[in-house]
């Protein structure tokens, strides 16, 4: 398996196409965003993915579907090697003063721009929710912030800004397929009316170079950092064989932050995110099991949409496990966050604050670690052995977690 050879990073930014032959690992896709490419909408705030000022947009091709998927990200933590083959929306990539966005027209309109700083962050948030979801609810609204702060504290015409985009119906608004209310549901009208159809589209070259076969593995080769990102478990497991003490890296969250440190380095890298075969949940008759490399913000979904079959049932056993989760996901950080951040990072890292240690513990969750050439099962709770140590041996990685129905 070469592991030694240097590919070259391509990434797309509001639709233009940038190769860097000598890509440095270490960068953040802020830095590419303000100082390679030239855009400086994106903001630098706390550096460290809790204030939402860095705020923007990645769209990736899944390539089951042939389908793309956008999410928002804080660039002040997202390394430059996680956007490879991806595209990258900023706030200037969605409208400008000759013809601002309808996002950034209703903040204009409502005076919630105010100093302007975390402004931008706000539109890409929200332009995030817009491009899955084009009528939420004010709920959905106000939920899709939860990773921005407002240094002005000017929340009240932030908020008030969105509701021109918001339907009482949600997803069962005419407008995003569903059927309405019947009689009782009328158009959606307003001055700043949401048009997905005039999106920027995910780059046609970039759907042909992932259509002809180019995510495969790769490595970024800087200074201090070698970068490796496979693509399927086998892969991880034999780079984990040539690099057994490697540092496995998802959302970057907890990783990025102790580097920023500086007080520690991590000399070889392996990116998880673009592996599909540990990204799938199956739910079973007496739990579900869920691929390592499914992100929260995956999970929390998968887990609402499960949860609803059950409504009807006035008590449900299955639905217990699932709904505790649930729950403590959604207190887990911001949006931005938790669409990047995976639950078996959160355990790896073995953190005396981890939200989810003591809920999967209790929970009775059982992890399935795999090496090389070998496999084991093993509880949550018996998992984690001390501060911020597991059990986890040189070579080995989790590869997904039982939750069962209790």
Same mark, same amino acid.
């Given at each position: ?27 953040? &896709?802020?830095?590419? *965003? ?26 990736? #091709? ?6 793309? +998927?956008h ?10 090697? =996680? ?19 309808? *996002?950034?027209? =209703?903040?204009?309109?409502y005076? %919630? ?35 921005? &702060?407002c ?15 918001a ?15 019947g ?17 920027i ?33 086998d ?6 064989? #040539?690099?057994?003490? %490697?540092?496995? @890296? ?26 599909q075969?540990?990204?799938? +949940? ?9 691929g ?14 499960? +949860?609803?079959?059950f ?17 403590? *996901? ?17 355990? =790896?890292? %073995?953190?005396?604050i981890?939200d ?5 513990? @209790?929970?009775?969750?059982? &992890?399935? +670690? ?14 984690? @052995? ?10 080995? %990685?989790?590869?997904?977690?039982? *939750?069962?129905?209790?």
């Open positions: 398996m070469p592991v030694s050879t240097t590919a070259p990073l391509i990434v797309f930014v509001n639709g233009y196409k940038y190769v860097d032959e000598k890509a440095d690992p270490e960068m953040t &896709l802020l830095v590419f *965003i303000r100082e390679v490419v030239g855009l400086k909408g994106t903001k630098l705030g706390c550096g460290e993915g809790g204030c939402g000022a860095c705020t923007v947009v990645v769209g990736k #091709m899944n390539l089951r579907t042939k389908r793309p +998927i999410y928002s990200v804080n660039a002040c933590i997202t390394p430059i090697g =996680a956007v490879h083959l991806k595209h990258v929306i900023t706030v200037e990539g969605i409208g400008n003063v000759r013809r601002p966005h309808a *996002i950034q027209s =209703a903040l204009a309109a005076h %919630a721009s105010q100093c302007g700083f975390c402004t931008p962050g706000f539109v890409m948030s929200l332009y995030a929710l817009l491009r899955n979801n084009p009528k939420p609810t004010e709920h959905e609204l106000e939920e899709t912030f939860d990773g921005n &702060l240094r002005c504290t000017g929340y009240r015409p932030i908020l008030d800004a969105t509701k021109p985009f339907c009482p119906m949600g997803s069962k608004c005419c407008q995003n397929g569903g059927k309405g209310n009689d009782d549901c009328k158009p959606c009208n307003s001055d700043f009316e949401y048009d997905p159809s005039q999106e589209i995910f780059p046609p070259e970039l759907a042909l170079i992932l259509d002809g076969g180019a995510m495969k593995l790769s490595v970024f080769r800087g200074p201090r950092v070698k970068w490796i990102m496979p693509t399927s478990k892969e991880l497991l034999d780079v984990l064989r #040539m690099y057994p003490n %490697a540092k496995l @890296v998802n959302g970057n969250t907890e990783v990025g932050i102790e580097l920023k440190s500086g007080k520690v380095l991590y000399d070889v890298q392996v990116y998880l995110g673009n592996i075969d540990l990204s799938d +949940i199956y739910f079973m008759s007496n739990g579900m099991q869920v390592a490399n499914v992100t929260l913000a995956d999970l929390q979904r998968a887990l609402k949409r499960e +949860i609803s079959k409504e009807s049932l006035p008590c449900s056993y299955q639905t217990r496990s699932m709904e505790a989760v649930e729950s403590m *996901i959604r207190w887990f950080a911001g949006n931005q966050i938790r669409n990047v951040s995976t639950w078996a990072g959160n355990l =790896a890292t %073995a953190s005396p981890s989810l240690i003591p809920v999967l513990s @209790v929970c009775q969750a059982q &992890l399935t +670690i795999h090496g090389k050439n070998s496999l084991r099962r093993q509880s949550v709770k018996d998992f984690v @052995v001390g501060y911020r140590k597991t059990t986890l041996r040189p070579g080995e %990685a989790v590869t997904s977690i039982f *939750i069962p129905f209790n």
